[in-house]
């Protein structure tokens, strides 16, 4: 384990500088999504000459390549503040916290209010509960 431990308040605090990161990050999965349908879709053109399909998967590839660096700029970014991108796809940002003696992952998603769930560090995100107080937002699990 390398990072701050973090409160719950503390977590908080930092949701609106990460809104931007996890935001980015879902829109280069979209589109890493995006480009690699259109991958698979020239794959099984039969339209198109060889050369013709070959350029344009290279074009495709090269766009996926820009979006994974500027996924890997977002990881970078939350590194100094001691959290990290979880899953790009859904913006998911984790932290490390404390419970009842004992070190955690808090988490946040882009739509929570604040960081209110967390779950042990051997689990996964769809094991989160919510963080004592919380359980008003306990309906709002993955």
């Known amino acids: 384990m390398k990072g701050k431990i973090f409160t719950q308040a503390e ?3 930092a949701i609106p500088y990460l809104k931007r990161i996890a935001t980015d990050a879902i829109a280069s999965m979209k589109l890493i999504q995006r480009h690699g349908r259109a991958i698979a879709n020239l794959r099984a053109d039969d339209v198109l000459s ?3 399909r070959e350029e344009a998967i290279r074009q495709h590839e090269a ?6 660096a500027r996924i890997e700029d977002c990881r970078k970014e939350l590194e100094p503040l001691g959290c990290f991108l979880d899953d790009p796809e859904r913006g998911i940002i984790k932290f490390y916290g404390e419970m009842d003696s004992r070190i955690v992952y808090f988490t ?3 739509g929570e209010p604040r960081v209110a769930f967390w779950h042990p560090m051997e689990k996964t ?8 107080g919380d359980e008003m937002l306990a309906g709002n699990t993955p």
């Open 125 to 132: 995100y769809s094991d989160r509960q919510p963080i004592d």
């Open 50 to 52: 060889q050369e013709e």
């Open 108 to 110: 946040w998603k882009p």
């Open 11 to 13: 977590a908080s605090r």
């Open 63 to 68: 766009k996926i390549e820009i979006l994974e």
